[in-house]
């Protein structure tokens, strides 16, 4: 069986943005895995269907995507037809945006790993929408707020940097991503001491 399912997280907008969890061959289905802000802490929360034979769930925190990612909370699963998980993380970070992925262990050790979740730490006035949404070839950046050098970074879902861009200007900024494979990507932008990081789909 493959633990394949859908979740969501919340963007720096506070919008809820649905994502596909990466297929492996474990006897789970993954439902769900998402997380929300609490004042300063942050709630996890994971749905799962079909657990047979698993060992434990822990979930990991990272501060970058592609960081060390450390174990916070272990769970032994019920292994029920389907149940539901969560964890409040109140320790305090000073990071603007914090990373979250499930480590699900099967009884014979076997282990895999869930798609890396942000959670944005901090909000302020400074609002950004990214266009198209499935993008082809080029993808738009539009900021409430110009912005003097901003920065960006492309990740795929194993949390590795694929595209690097520097130095961009103004209110919109435009991006060529037509050499990035079909898929699922966060983009990381950088500006002005800040960080922001959002989802977008490539066809």
Avoid: C
Avoid at 127 to 152: F, G, K, V
Avoid at 176 to 190: E, R
Wanted: net charge positive; hydrophobic share 40%; no cysteine.
């Amino acid at each position: 069986m493959y633990a394949v399912g859908f979740g969501n997280f919340l963007n720096e907008l506070g919008l809820v943005v649905k994502y596909a969890l990466a297929a492996a061959a474990l006897p789970v289905t993954l439902v769900t895995f998402a997380g929300e802000l609490q004042g300063d802490a942050r709630l996890l929360r994971w749905s799962t269907e079909n657990e047979n034979r698993l060992s434990r769930y822990e979930l990991q925190r990272a501060l970058a995507p592609n960081g060390n990612f450390a174990t916070v909370f272990t769970t032994t699963p019920a292994n029920l037809a389907s149940n539901n998980y969560s964890f409040r993380d109140g320790e305090l970070l000073t990071s603007q945006v914090v990373y979250y992925r499930l480590k699900i262990v099967d009884a014979d050790g076997k282990i895999t790993y869930s798609i890396i979740v942000p959670l944005a730490l901090e909000r302020d006035q400074l609002q950004i929408t990214l266009y198209p949404n499935p993008a082809h070839s080029q993808l738009r950046i539009l900021l409430t707020q110009a912005t003097s050098e901003a920065n960006i970074i492309i990740y795929d879902l194993s949390g590795r940097a694929v595209q690097r861009t520097g130095n961009l200007n103004g209110n919109l900024l435009q991006l060529n991503i037509a050499k990035l494979p079909a898929g699922t990507y966060y983009l990381k932008l950088h500006s002005a001491g800040s960080e922001r990081m959002f989802h977008f789909i490539k066809q």
